[in-house]
Nanobody
Framework: QVQLLESGGGLVQPGGSLRLSCVAS????????MGWFRQAPGREREMVAI???????NIADSTQGRFTISRDNAKNRIYLQMNSLKPEDTAVYYC??????????????WGQGTQVTVSS
């Protein structure tokens, strides 16, 4: 069983910055790719940033140049540094991870989400 716990959300003014963190805990064989998705009211969940276990990243076009994803494999933790935030970045941000269980099954785990609100 795997738990993903996000932190770091909150209210910030346009142009400001936030840093989200997500840590994976529990019993598992391996954590593969991890990443962030977001969902704004009335919209579908969308990919924000993904990072593989070897550090390769994929950043959504809408956040390219403003958001950076990083990873600490030793701590099973990822970060999302968000700069130059815009009101349209307002959403619930979800952490996700591709997990290999002790029984060698692979599934995608999700966190509960953390609210990011960009408003003056």
């Amino acid at each position: 069983q795997v738990q993903l716990l996000e932190s770091g959300g909150g209210l910030v003014q346009p142009g400001g910055s936030l840093r989200l963190s997500c840590v994976a805990s529990g019993s598992f064989r391996d954590i593969n790719a991890m990443g962030w998705f977001r969902q704004a009211p009335g919209r579908e969940r969308e990919m924000v940033a993904i990072i593989t276990a070897t550090g390769n990243t994929n950043i959504a076009d809408s956040t390219q140049g403003r958001f950076t994803i990083s990873r600490d494999n030793a701590k099973n933790r990822i970060y999302l540094q968000m700069n130059s935030l815009k009101p349209e970045d307002t959403a619930v941000y979800y952490c996700t991870a591709d997990v290999t269980t002790l029984g060698e099954a692979v599934f995608q785990a999700w966190g509960q989400g953390t609210q990011v609100t960009v408003s003056s």
